[in-house]
Structures are given as C-alpha cells and as structure tokens.
C-alpha cells in the first residue's frame, strides 16, 4: 500500500511550555496615574497592571485601560469584557492557580469583583475570591507570601470597522510580584509568545482573547484535565502531544489525543503534522528540535521574555519524557492504555530501554544535559549507554558532525538558444574545503528559461520540465572547482532568460547509542544562474531575473528546513519554481488508475499547488488535494491544518511595491495547465488546456463551485476582468479581503 505523505503545514500551537516576565510588584496598591497612551499601531486595546495589594483577603489590582486612540476605556464599558486570574509558582516550580471554576477542579478567572475608577484610563479590580481562606481556592491551595505570584487579564471586545468588518480587539496584561514585597528571584519564561507567533502570526484561543502564553500558564498547570476526555492539560502535556500529532505514539498506535475545549468544540490532533521538513523521513514533520520553541524572544507588549528557556535540558523525569514518548513505560509493562478521545483503548507499550525506573533519581545519570550539539554521542561503556538530552533533540544539520555544503556557479558559456552551456562550478563545505561531485554525492544542475514571467521550459523534457543532469561526469580543474557540459543543448528556438540551479546533497552515516548506526541525505541550500539566451552574458539584475513573490526566510520561519525531493532541493524557493510552473502536472507521475483521486493529472503550478496545500482541509474539492511525487509517492494535502490566518498573504509574501499577492498580478503571468496537450513537450496554448490566470490563484484557495463559475462569468473576449472590483483600494481588494480580521 501506497503511503499517503502528510502535508507540511498544519495547525498547531508552536509553545512547549511558558511562564511569566521577571518584574517586582509591591504588595501595596501604589494607585498611580500612569500617563495617557498614545494610538496603538496595531489599532489593540491598551492596557497594563501597575501593582496589586495582597494585604487583605482579597487581592486589588491596579490598571491602566486604553482603547486604539489611547482615551481612556471604562471596564463597564458594553461589549467590553475585563476579567482576571491570579496564580502563584509554587516549591517545584510550577503554577497553581487560586481560582476555581464552575466545573469541580478547573482554573478559572474571578467572577464578582468590583471595579472603580482611579483617573485617567487608571482603575481598580477587587477580586471577590479571599485567596487566604483555603475553602475558597482552588485544589485548597495555601497563600505564601514569599512565593512568586502572578495577576493576569484578558480583556477583550469586538468593534466594527469603517468598513463594516467585525473584528476582535484583546490584549493580555500581567504582573509578577512576591506578596511580601521582595524582589521576584523565580521565574518560568519557557517559551516566549514570539516564538509561538513565528508560526501561528497571532495566536488567540478560547474564542480568541487568550493572546500571550504568560496567561495561558496561569490555567494551564500540573493537576486539572479536560473533564471530557480525562487529558492533562498542563501546558508541556498538552502542547508536547499537540504538536507531535500525527507522530505521538499513542495516536500512531490507534489512540487519538483529543480536547473538548471552548464551546464544547472537539479538538482532535491526530492528523496534525509539524512542519518540519528535513530530508531525514523519520523526523520530517516531528518537533525533534526544541529550540525552535524554547528560545528567548518577547511577550506581546515587546518586553524580553524567555531567560529559563534553556530548562528543557535539564532535570528529566518520567512525567516530562512521557509528553512526547507517550507510550514508553517504566514498570516494564509491555502494554499501555491510552485515550481514543475520551474512551480508553490499550495499545503496545514500549520498555524504557534502560530498565525499570520507580523514580526519577537516576534520569540525569543517563540523560544529562551535556554535549552540545555533538550528534554522534557515544556509548561511555557498553552496559552505560548515555543519551544527553541536547544531542537526543538535535538534527544533523545543526550538530558537529555537519560540516556544511555550498553551492557556487562560477561561470556558464556558450549558453545561448541551439548551444549546449559549460558549467563551470564549485562545491564546498563551511571551512571552504572542496567536494568532490563524485559519488557518493548526488549534485545535478537544472537548464530551464522563461521568455516572459514564468518558466516555460518548451522543448526541454515532458511537462515543462527543465533539463536535468548529474555532476558526477564533471572535470576537476585543479583548483576546487569543475567544468561540464551540458549533455542537450538548449532549444533553438527558446527565447528570454535561461536559468542554471544547481542543487543536490551528500550521504551521512551517524553512530548513537540510542539508535545505533542510522544513514542520512542531507542537501545544501540550491542556487541559480540566469542568463541571457541571445548573448549568452550573465543576468544580476534581478528585476530581469525570474520574478520573487515569497521570502524562504518566511518559510523557515515555520518549516525551519526546506529540504524536499530527498533532500536534494534545499531552502530556496528560486530552484523550486524552476520545475514548478504553469506549464508542469504530475501526469507522468500518476498511475494508470490513480488509487486516491481518480485524476489523470493535476497541476503543480507553484502558484497553485502551494496555495491548494496551505489551505489544506480548508478546501472545498469534492476530491482531495493530491499530488502523486517521485516513484509515484502519493502526497495527500487534505489533512492540512494551517496554523495561521490565512488572509495573512504578507505570512509568505514580500512586502514590497508593487505588490507580490493580490490584484493586479505581474505582466504575462501565465495561466495554469489543467490537461497536458497530445505533445507532451509543448505547453503552447494551442495544445494545452489552462485555466486563466487570475482564476487559478484564487480558486487554489476559494476552490468551490460557487467562485469557479464567478471567474467564469468575468472573462471578456477570451480576457479576465478582475480588476474591476479586486484591485487595492476597492472593497474586494487584497488590501481588504486578504488581512486577517483579529
């Protein structure tokens, strides 16, 4: 059976865990004015804590609320929703909150309180909980006043643009503090905001006002489950088993890691695939790499956030392992029960492979939190294997044993239409040492040319493929670099700009003592040469060259490491396009009867396959989204969660004018291929079916019937009329219809 390959972007939570900024609040309600906000420039809501009192039962607080034109905002205001929580750290470092809830042994905000008005955007919150009588708090939880404490807010309300859009505005303001008035010496700043924000661009749960995860922290600690399934919501059980998804044991072994959250909505996370891309299958779209959470960054305010980032080396436990290796057991239990949603199924355990373990005294002694980023641990001794924490999460292109592979195109000639160009280039490793092109390397270069905007590559290979050609063959010149030429020659009729990438990758083999001797491809990142196809003379500059829509830096931002097609084709969206044009499918891919689909082809338009994957279960085809790859693997989108907004096109996108989303589109960008014609090595429009341009962008996202025949209907004397009513400025246009509401 032909494995479905999960997509690459999904939706999940990008935090392991996270705590609260340092700061030092007294334990006396100070009451002071703070001064007029000026106009948010994200047009937010305004809002700080200035101090609590904790000398009574009853916590006051004191804050400062603003709307987006910095006036003063009233928390009686209607619509407007002002509410807090109040939490302490207690003796093993985690949170415990005071509040209880409606349902037996949940956190909470506070309910009843009283607000009053100090002056000048400045008020008072007086909690009606006595968090000092332990009948009234949550789990019976004890005041300390030498504890760090932390008050938290979430404040929110929806407005309505000039426009007439609703939109929701929130903002989360806290405040650390030690009751008996000395300076906060403890802190949990796991994950900062900003790291989460990377992937999710505005993270915003239970209906969207919870933005900044120092208040999430406050509910989500050790102790309360979801009273629905029985899950742990804890924020490293709950965001570790989230994000391994559809790689968590549990759920591969026929569990299903599920939360019944706000509004009763069923959350399942079993098909979500983290977006990591590594040329390694057996980590893509797994979070082996922590530090892409736990890394210092800001809070939403813009404050440093994230100085115990680097915790998660240190101190293992079962409990904490056990987030992530979910089915791994320590009693030498051979079976494990788990949830499929809220029913218990057991599946097959996996021993702890280094013995029974009844504590956690002895986790460190194998797991220390020592090594760096040295990948090729070895055993201390052949009974004492050691697994250091840091090496056990590190991915080989960030370990020692890496040493880097880079790409140069020194010089390309005879590179013009009827000609067969010679390739002059180099390959080095990051101290400039020479590779060698030879196997068992893989490096090839691509010849493809565009003589508009998109890559046409016509009387190259089939499906407006671009040549393609190993370097194996290549001529040491003495000197680190090689020469070779290139086996076809360039069409005598292609006209425009011709382009070389060269690309490719490199075997490791990689020797731990928790997994033994395992192989590795790993690629360098892919560069290209352009050129013009009359002269033959090098293109730099670059409005000439093919056209730059998205930024790789985006890209990574999210998948951290593009490494596709076997790790060949390495973070740089300019070597991808080159095969995915307007004029590709993946016909030549597919079987004779597809088992998935039933197409007989499908477009893989870089345009449009990136679009229809990112929208993922979003779509609306009565067939899923499927892209049938190399050895006919078959690449299923349709279980894509994205994690962000996906009006945000700026997410991807370059900003810069003119324009690189949106209406109106670059000159002569092509339409996209929907049938290949009879001549598989011609994309003239004479022979191949295409869908108009602007309709096959928008329908890769809006693919319902419902838009398709709205294109349809504005096309004029064979021509597109779009920018009637969709360019910027108008009230279909991008600037409106493609910026994310909240």
């Not at 804890?234 to 968590?248: A, F, Q, R, T, Y």
């Not at 670059?542 to 076997?566: W, Y």
Request: aromatic letters at 6%; hydrophobic letters at 30%.
């Amino acid at each position: 059976m032909v494995k479905r390959n999960k997509a690459h972007a999904i939706v999940i939570i990008v935090v392991m865990l996270a705590g609260i900024i340092t700061g030092c609040g007294s334990n006396k309600k100070e009451g002071a004015q703070a001064p007029k906000a000026t106009v948010s420039p994200s047009g937010n809501l305004q809002s700080t804590i200035q101090s609590i009192d904790t000398n009574g039962s009853k916590p006051v607080v004191t804050f400062t609320l603003f709307d987006d034109n910095g006036a003063p905002l009233d928390p009686a205001t209607t619509g407007l929703t002002v509410r807090f929580t109040i939490a302490q750290i207690g003796f093993d470092g985690n949170y415990k909150n005071y509040i209880k809830a409606s349902t037996a042994g949940q956190p909470a905000f506070d309910s009843g309180g009283t607000f009053a008005t100090v002056g000048d955007g400045t008020y008072t919150y007086t909690f009606a909980t006595d968090i000092k009588d332990t009948t009234k708090t949550l789990g019976s939880l004890a005041f300390d006043a030498s504890l760090t404490h932390t008050v938290g807010a979430q404040i929110q309300r929806t407005v309505t643009s000039a426009t007439g859009t609703s939109f929701q505005q929130a903002v989360n303001p806290y405040l650390n503090f030690r009751p008996d008035g000395e300076a906060v010496t403890v802190s949990r700043e796991i994950v900062s905001i900003s790291a989460c924000n990377g992937c999710h661009g505005k993270l915003g749960l239970h209906g969207g006002g919870r933005r900044d995860i120092a208040l999430c922290i406050l509910c989500h600690n050790p102790g309360p489950t979801d009273p629905d399934t029985g899950q742990a919501i804890d924020m490293k059980s709950l965001i570790h088993k989230i994000h391994m998804g559809e790689k968590l044991p549990s759920n591969a072994a026929g569990g299903d890691f599920t939360i019944i959250g706000f509004q009763g909505a069923v959350h399942s996370y079993k098909t979500v695939a983290f977006p990591f891309m590594s040329g390694d299958s057996t980590i893509t779209t797994t979070p082996i790499e922590c530090i892409k959470c736990h890394v210092a960054g800001t809070d939403l305010a813009g404050n440093s956030f994230g100085k115990d980032a680097d915790k998660w080396k240190d101190s293992p436990t079962r409990e904490k392992c056990t987030t992530c290796h979910d089915v791994t057991t320590f009693d030498g239990s051979v079976t494990k029960v788990v949830k499929d949603g809220a029913a218990d199924v057991t599946v097959t355990a996996v021993p702890h492979t280094g013995g029974t373990q009844s504590d956690d005294t002895l986790c460190a002694g194998c797991h220390p939190n020592t090594g760096g980023n040295d990948y090729n641990i070895t055993a201390a001794g052949a009974a004492d294997p050691k697994v250091p924490v840091p090496s056990a999460h590190t991915i080989l292109e960030k370990s020692s044993i890496y040493t880097g592979i880079n790409f140069e195109i020194i010089s390309v000639t005879n590179a013009t239409a009827g000609n067969a160009p010679t390739v002059t280039f180099k390959v080095t490793n990051d101290a400039g040492m020479e590779i060698s092109p030879a196997s068992p390397s893989s490096f090839n270069l691509k010849v493809g040319y565009f003589s508009q905007t998109d890559y046409i590559n016509n009387g190259m290979v089939n499906y407006g493929q671009p040549l393609t050609q190993a370097l194996t063959g290549a001529t040491a010149n003495g000197d680190g670099s090689y020469t070779i030429i290139v086996a076809t020659p360039i069409p005598a009729a292609a006209t425009g700009v011709g382009v070389i990438g060269l690309e490719g990758r490199r075997p490791y083999s990689v020797t731990t003592p928790h997994k033994g001797t395992q192989n590795y491809n790993v690629g360098g990142k892919s560069v290209q040469y352009y050129f013009d196809l009359t002269t033959g003379l090098q293109i730099t500059d670059s409005s000439k060259q093919r056209r730059k829509v998205v930024d790789t830096d985006k890209c990574l931002a999210c998948h951290s490491r593009l490494s596709m097609h076997g790790a060949n084709r390495v973070n740089n969206v300019g070597e991808c396009v080159i095969c995915h044009n307007p004029n590709a499918t993946d016909k030549n891919r597919r079987p004779a009867t597809p088992p998935v689909d039933g197409l007989t082809e499908r477009p893989i338009d870089f345009k449009v396959m990136i679009h229809s994957i990112h929208t993922g279960e979003n779509l609306d085809l009565s067939k899923p989204y499927v892209i049938y790859g190399f050895g006919s693997s078959v690449n299923d989108f349709s279980e894509v969660r994205y994690p962000r907004d996906r009006r945000d096109c700026l997410a991807c996108h370059i900003d810069a004018e003119p324009k690189t989303y949106g209406i109106p589109f670059t000159a002569n960008i092509l339409g996209t291929t929907t049938s290949t014609g009879t001549d598989l090595n011609n994309a003239a429009s004479d022979d191949n079916s295409r869908t108009l341009a602007y309709k096959s962008v928008c329908i890769s996202c809006h693919d319902n019937a419902i838009a398709s025949g709205h294109a349809d209907g504005k096309v004029v004397s064979g021509a597109e009329t779009c920018t009637q009513c969709h360019t910027t400025g108008l009230l279909l246009g991008p600037d409106f219809a493609h910026v994310p509401v909240r």
